[in-house]
């Protein structure tokens, strides 16, 4: 039978926000062990640095401009070839309990079963088909990234710990229903399953509980005092997306503390996950085990927070296989990969035919190791019509068309991300090459 798939996801989770990565004081010992028994991607990207067009990438294994999904509040056509629909199709039960970021009237999306309560039609869904949106109301909307951290702390929050707990009670349901179902009788274990477990957090608005709240608030470290970078797009000051000077180091705190402990609490939850399935039966050295989250959070880091940045914090995220059945874990892999890779991973990893038209590539051949890979050291990474981050090697090139100048990075050398190295004569050749990549895109 082919392999069992568990899909954990997170949303907004940095990439350094885990003990794995070697962050001293988050307690994530799940994700760690995962990390431990597993492969970590210490470069993966996201494909794109907001919630829905990363999700939609990563369900069709394309990038914005191949799948048409650029910006906040756009979905998939209805019938898209998802991975999901996709596994579906071949025999597999697909089930997602919890976020899946869908606006359109296709809910499912390829998936068999959706357990949670976040499934709805957006007012203001844009698509093709829909030729005249519903404009929301005034007021409506999101509040101020100010706003966010001020009301940090101790509490409730119902975008987050709601909507999570509803897919976490859910899926612990299901997975005593399909591998029991001690009532009737009747278990599905005789199908493969690709179950996905996808969180809210650590995602705005940031609470947590009181006793997390107050093991963070004294440990975690805090951007504060950041210098803005000296770029229209990546400086802006944009409430949405960045501090305010009336907020202090105290009010950054509590935000960082209250984050961190939703972190946690994530990894607590998926620690119930993996004992409810040992518990009828199942063992996980035998299923296929991936975790990611769709994007970051710069956290106050260069004076900025949430995302749409192409900032490390922002735009790299974190990435775990785990399949000991499959490959040896215990290693860390230094390429540059993307999320919009999994389509095809899954499909090799599963032994179904891969769709043609992805911008998907397998990560097996990283996942198995050898001395003489051949990869293209390469990742994309599209906001809007015209933010472009092409990463290769350690360089990490943007344009912003008419909405700012170009910046290239050199993570070697700056792994902070401090200095615009696109007027050093130095970069002059790599420069002009990354330009060629670029315009063959056909972004623009």
């Not at 990438?57 to 070839?81: I, K």
């Not at 119902?158 to 349901?173: I, V």
């Not at 509980?209 to 005092?225: M, T």
């Not at 990435?319 to 874990?329: C, E, S, V």
Request: with cysteine; aromatic share 12%.
């Amino acid at each position: 039978m082919r392999p069992n798939i568990l899909f954990l996801m997170n949303d907004e989770h940095r990439f350094d926000v885990l003990g794995c990565a070697g962050n001293q004081v988050v307690r994530t010992p799940f994700l760690d062990q995962l990390a431990e028994t597993g492969l970590v991607f210490d470069n993966a990207y996201t494909p794109s640095p907001i919630c829905i067009p990363s999700r939609q990438c990563l369900a069709m294994g394309q990038y914005p401009h191949t799948c048409n999904v650029r910006r906040y509040g756009e979905d998939l056509p209805p019938f898209s070839n998802t991975f999901a629909d996709h596994f579906s199709r071949n025999g597999y039960l697909t089930v997602c309990a919890g976020k899946l970021h869908h606006m359109g009237r296709d809910q499912m999306q390829g998936w068999l079963r959706r357990i949670g309560d976040n499934t709805h039609v957006s007012p203001n869904f844009i698509d093709d088909y829909r030729a005249d949106p519903v404009k929301p109301l005034p007021g409506c909307g999101k509040w101020s990234q100010r706003k966010e951290i001020l009301r940090a702390g101790i509490g409730h929050g119902p975008n987050t710990h709601d909507t999570d707990a509803y897919a976490l009670e859910g899926a612990l349901r299901f997975i005593e229903q399909h591998f029991c179902d001690s009532y009737y009788d009747r278990p599905g274990a005789h199908q493969p399953l690709m179950l996905k477990v996808s969180f809210n957090r650590p995602h705005y608005a940031f609470l947590t509980s009181e006793e997390r709240f107050a093991y963070y608030l004294n440990r975690v470290p805090v951007y504060a005092d950041e210098p803005r970078f000296d770029h229209p797009v990546l400086g802006a000051e944009d409430l949405h997306v960045s501090t305010d000077s009336s907020l202090t180091e105290r009010d950054l705190r509590r935000a960082t503390a209250a984050y961190y402990g939703m972190v946690e609490e994530t990894d607590a939850d998926f620690a119930r996950l993996g004992r409810a399935l040992e518990a009828v039966g199942q063992n996980l050295d035998e299923w296929i085990v991936v975790f990611t989250a769709d994007h970051g959070d710069m956290l106050g880091e260069h004076a900025a927070w949430e995302k749409q940045k192409f900032f490390e914090g922002s735009v790299r995220v974190p990435l775990m296989i785990r399949w000991p059945k499959g490959f040896a874990g215990g290693r860390r892999i230094p390429q540059n990969v993307s999320l919009c890779d999994l389509y095809a991973t899954f499909c090799d990893l599963a032994a179904l035919e891969c769709p043609e038209g992805l911008d998907s590539r397998s990560l097996r051949p990283l996942l198995e190791g050898g001395n003489d890979l051949r990869w293209d050291n390469e990742c994309l990474s599209h906001f809007g019509n015209g933010h472009l981050m092409i990463k290769r090697d350690e360089l990490k090139y943007q344009c912003y068309g008419d909405d700012g100048p170009e910046v290239l990075f050199d993570l070697a050398r700056d792994p902070l991300e401090r200095i615009n190295f696109v007027d050093d004569v130095r970069y002059a050749s790599d420069l002009e090459k990354l330009r060629r990549r670029r315009d063959s895109l056909g972004y623009y």
